[in-house]
Structures are given as structure tokens and as C-alpha cells.
């Protein structure tokens, strides 16, 4: 009765560390408003995800089984969401560390994985792969949830500092533009590949 920590962290890793809805956010993030602003935003977006690790962790999966149209239209709500993340993305110049307007704080950042399907299918696979039949609730809820956090902590803030470094190089030349599309499109992409291709990515 335990969880398999080292394959856990292995997979999670591989999910934390590459493109996915979450990540898209904080790049074009770090991209507006460079790694030091956008750092309320970047603790936000990790904590966030702890609010769908505890209620997984207790028993919501069990919920899901029994309303599975609750978490259907909470699922496309989730895609509407970052459909219109990804729209605002296609809109924005850069203007690294500069822009006149505020950058998105920490309980915007706490939204961000609770409306991520992405983040949604990667939890419930850690849940059913990696922790062994008749763990304690508590222990492998707690588990998932430090090795987690601890990933979000160290990989979040060098998806922004990506975004900051990136746009210091073609902010306002011909390429920014098409940065900021391409930003959105594999926002979309990630989102379509949550939906139709395995959902196991941040």
C-alpha cells in the first residue's frame, strides 16, 4: 500500500516539463511581463493545481463515475476557457517587463489548472497508475501533491523566464506577430490533444 514515487515523479516530470495549456499561459506570460511581474501569476498557477489533486484524492473520481454529464459541461467550459486564453494570446505585443497594463496576479494564476482539462487527465492518471490498491487516502493524496508541487516549482518559473528571454529577442520586429500566433495555435493544439489524444500533459 504505497505510491510509486520515482515512476510518479518520471511522469509527471515529463508532463510539468513540456507544452501544454498551463505552460502556453506562462510563457506568453513571461513574454508580456518578464519572470519578476509575473512571478504572483507563476505561484498561483502551481498552488492551483492542488485544487483538483485534494478532491481527487478523496473521493471526486467516485463523483464522476455516478455524474458523468456534471463533469462533461465542466469540461467544455474548461476548453472555452482556454480557447479564450488562447485568443487573447494571438492579440498581444510584447513589451518585456514594460507593459503599461497589470500583469495577471496569483488568483488568476489559481485558476488556471482547475479549468485545464489537460491537468485534470494527468491527476486522475497519476492516481490510477501510480498508487497501489488500499493506500490511505490521506498518504496518496499527499504524495501526489508534494511531488507536484515541488515539479511546478522548479519547471513553472523557467516557462516564463522562456517566454521573457524569447521576446526580448523580436519584440517589436516582423517576428512578434508571428510569435504571438503561433503561442495560441499549440494553446489550441494542447487543448485538442487533451481532448482527443490522451489528455496526460499540464
Known amino acids: 500500500m504505497s505510491v510509486a514515487i520515482l515512476p510518479f515523479l518520471t511522469f ?5 516539463g513540456t507544452p501544454g495549456p498551463a ?11 518578464g519572470l519578476r511581474r509575473a512571478l ?8 492551483g ?34 480557447l479564450y486564453l488562447a485568443w487573447r ?11 503599461d497594463d497589470q500583469p495577471p496576479g496569483f488568483l488568476a494564476g489559481l485558476i488556471v489548472h482547475p479549468l485545464n482539462p489537460k491537468a ?16 490511505p487516502p490521506l498518504q496518496a493524496t499527499a504524495t501526489i501533491a ?18 521573457q528571454t524569447i521576446a526580448a529577442g ?3 520586429k516582423p517576428a512578434e506577430r508571428y510569435l504571438m500566433w503561433t503561442l495560441a495555435a499549440l494553446t489550441v493544439a494542447s487543448v485538442i490533444y487533451a481532448l482527443f489524444g490522451g489528455g496526460r500533459a499540464p
Request: aromatic content about 14%.
Open 40 to 47: 504572483p501569476f507563476v505561484v498561483g498557477v502551481a498552488f
Open 146 to 163: 508534494i511531488c507536484l508541487l515541488g515539479l511546478q516549482i522548479l519547471l513553472h518559473p523557467i516557462w516564463t523566464f522562456a517566454g
Open 12 to 16: 509527471a516530470a515529463s508532463q510539468v
Open 120 to 135: 485534470w487527465g494527468m491527476i486522475t492518471t497519476g492516481f490510477t497508475t501510480f498508487v497501489s490498491a488500499g493506500t
Open 89 to 99: 494570446v494571438a492579440g498581444m505585443r510584447l513589451t518585456v517587463g514594460q507593459a
Open 170 to 172: 523580436v519584440a517589436g
Open 23 to 33: 505552460n502556453m499561459v506562462l510563457l506568453t506570460t513571461g513574454a508580456r511581463f
Open 49 to 82: 493545481k492542488q485544487l483538483i489533486i485534494w478532491p481527487l484524492g478523496f473521493g471526486l473520481m467516485a463523483v464522476q463515475e455516478d455524474y458523468p454529464l456534471v463533469f462533461d459541461i465542466l469540461k467544455w467550459v474548461s476548453v472555452a476557457y482556454i
